[in-house]
Nanobody, 123 residues
Framework: QVQLVESGGGLAQPGGSLRLSCAASGFSFSNYAMSWARQVTGKGLEWVTTIQSDGTNTYYEDSVKGRFTISRDNAKNTLWLQINSLKPEDTALYYC????????????????WGQGTQVTVSA
């Protein structure tokens, strides 16, 4: 079965950096787009970024452009999210998601999500 396990979250100061990881199993990782989304307590899931199955194309939500970098290693079935210049508004539970095809953008185009890793940005 599909499993997505996020890690790397924690408490960080504004302006700092974190690198989130997502270990994938149970499907052919290299055949699917992958995404990161986040959810603030009490609010809906917010899509953040997507990477194409072969890593050649990426797409970012406007508020994170220039600060977030998504990447993947298909040989290791691993997805990453590098977050730089952290802001308090980045505080959220971050999820990795599996797309339904090689390139997926709309939230409805993702069929599995992990349990999430908490990122808290505070001085």
């Amino acid at each position: 079965q599909v499993q997505l396990v996020e890690s790397g979250g924690g408490l960080a100061q504004p302006g700092g950096s974190l690198r989130l990881s997502c270990a994938a199993s149970g499907f052919s990782f290299s055949n699917y787009a992958m995404s990161w989304a986040r959810q603030v307590t009490g609010k809906g899931l917010e899509w953040v970024t997507t990477i194409q199955s072969d890593g050649t194309n990426t797409y970012y939500e406007d508020s994170v452009k220039g600060r977030f970098t998504i990447s993947r290693d298909n040989a290791k079935n691993t997805l990453w999210l590098q977050i730089n210049s952290l802001k308090p508004e980045d505080t959220a539970l971050y999820y990795c998601g599996k797309g339904r095809s090689t390139w997926s953008l709309a939230p409805s185009e993702f069929d599995y999500w992990g349990q999430g890793t908490q990122v808290t940005v505070s001085a």
